[in-house]
T-cell receptor, first 114, second 114 residues
Framework: AQTVTQSQPEMSVQEAETVTLSCTYDTSESDYYLFWYKQPPSRQMILVIRQEAYKQQNATENRFSVNFQKAAKSFSLKISDSQLGDAAMYFCAYRGYNNNDMRFGAGTRLTVKP | KAGVTQTPRYLIKTRGQQVTLSCSPISGHRSVSWYQQTPGQGLQFLFEYFSETQRNKGNFPGRFSGRQFSNSRSEMNVSTLELGDSALYLC?????????????FGSGTQLSVL
């Protein structure tokens, strides 16, 4: 079974600085998708970034970028120029290529200090 | 375009009762997935419906069931409630299915079982 591990329960970053959130996963599949979701206090999960495993190029979305290491089964999220609004729970998630079942990590609570 | 709407936002029930939660997807979306979020187990996939048919089911007991209507609105039912069913229940919609598409989440229904 696929599992997703986020080893950092909490992280903090100074406003305008850069922070990296870690995620590792375990799978025997060769094709899959990886995601980072943000859950603010409003509870609504918001997609931050998505990576297709068959793409070697790391995905980027404005201040958010990933470091996808397929062989190491690692998928870290880098947030540059952190803003107060980035404070939230961040979940790493995995989904098989032909599977509708998304597996989530336990989450990392990010605090942004002014 | 309105987002994913879940009702009610909060619900308090007692053990042994049953509960029905509702999810209205984004207009035009035909896939609705349900997730349970608890502090201990994190986010876990319940099931996914597409065009009124359940396509995939997570590892939950038969007390958890769902359905989808012709307008794509979905309901989730939990019978014979247990204390451990206390959780945030999130639904997510997508156009054709979560396999290769972005999921849009609602703000969830917080269920407390006393």
């Amino acid at each position: 079974a696929q599992t997703v591990t986020q080893s950092q329960p909490e992280m903090s970053v100074q406003e305008a600085e850069t922070v990296t959130l870690s995620c590792t996963y375990d799978t025997s599949e060769s094709d899959y998708y990886l995601f980072w979701y943000k859950q603010p206090p409003s509870r609504q999960m918001i997609l931050v970034i998505r990576q297709e495993a068959y793409k070697q190029q790391n995905a980027t979305e404005n201040r958010f970028s990933v470091n996808f290491q397929k062989a190491a089964k690692s998928f870290s999220l880098k947030i540059s120029d952190s803003q107060l609004g980035d404070a939230a729970m961040y979940f790493c998630a995995y989904r098989g290529y032909n599977n509708n079942d998304m597996r989530f990590g336990a989450g990392t609570r990010l605090t942004v200090k002014p | 375009k309105a987002g994913v709407t879940q009702t009610p936002r909060y619900l308090i029930k007692t053990r042994g009762q049953q509960v029905t939660l509702s999810c209205s997807p984004i207009s035009g979306h035909r896939s609705v997935s349900w997730y349970q979020q608890t502090p201990g187990q994190g986010l876990q996939f319940l099931f996914e419906y597409f065009s009124e048919t359940q396509r995939n089911k997570g590892n939950f007991p038969g007390r958890f069931s769902g359905r989808q209507f012709s307008n794509s609105r979905s309901e989730m039912n939990v019978s014979t409630l247990e204390l451990g069913d206390s959780a945030l229940y999130l639904c997510a919609s997508s156009l054709l299915g979560p396999v290769n598409e972005k999921l849009f989440f609602g703000s969830g229904t917080q269920l407390s079982v006393l």
